[in-house]
T-cell receptor
């Protein structure tokens, strides 16, 4: 079955540690996205990539980094510079120039 | 740039009653419009979308939305809700060209009571 996988489902880290969230898709989509979801705030775009080896900052990129070395993969690193990293993180993909997005199941990150 | 306003953060309703979730948007360019649904601790799933053509679009599970260009709205309706419709609903708008990057509303929590 085609789809997007995110792992792990739940992630716990100590403050000051970097952590990398995985996102893989087998939909052959060119574009991939990372969103952060906080209660009552909807989805906010962190980074997006429309083609391999290229990515752009979204609205809240500070404290995050990404890479796009393969079409199928778009990992997100939450660095220690992110002041409030505890949140639900969603990865999505779409065809190039496409309209609808396909979402993964999300990773809930808790930093204490 | 575009923005999306979902006017209600929470909508409680009894089972089998009708419901309307409101969405208004602003944009300086032509747009595509979407409704997504999110069940607890899951990702979003596309419910329905308007790209062009008929302004009334329908989903397979009984929801419908109407694009109203003059009022810049895309309200979601269902004539009779089920307990299983309890979820968070997000309205989204994207430009119909260029980057296609969508902007999401803050979401409306639909709570269906028995």
């Amino acid at each position: 079955d085609g789809g997007i996988t995110q792992s792990p489902k739940y992630l716990f880290r100590k403050e000051g540690q970097n952590v990398t969230l995985s996102c893989e898709q087998n939909l052959n989509h060119d574009a991939m996205y990372w969103y952060r979801q906080d209660p009552g705030q909807g989805l906010r775009l962190i980074y997006y990539s429309q083609i391999v080896n290229d990515f752009q900052k979204g609205d809240i990129a500070e404290g995050y980094s990404v890479s796009r070395e393969k079409k199928e993969s778009f990992p997100l690193t939450v660095t220690s510079a992110q002041k409030n990293p505890t949140a639900f993180y969603l990865c999505a993909s779409s065809i190039q120039g496409g309209n609808e997005q396909y979402f993964g199941p999300g990773t809930r990150l808790t930093v204490t | 740039a575009q923005s999306v306003t979902q006017l209600d953060s929470q909508v409680p309703v009894f089972e089998e009653a009708p419901v309307e979730l409101r969405c208004n948007y602003s944009s300086s360019v032509s747009v595509y419009l979407f409704w997504y649904v999110q069940y607890p601790n899951q990702g979003l799933q596309l419910l329905l979308k308007y790209l062009s053509g008929s302004t009334l679009v329908e989903s397979i599970n009984g929801f419908e939305a109407e694009f109203n260009k003059s009022q810049t709205s895309f309200h979601l309706r269902k004539p009779s809700v089920h307990i299983s419709d309890t979820a968070e609903y997000f309205c989204a708008v994207s430009p119909s060209g260029g980057s296609y990057i969508p902007t999401f509303g803050r979401g409306t929590s639909l709570i269906v009571h028995p």
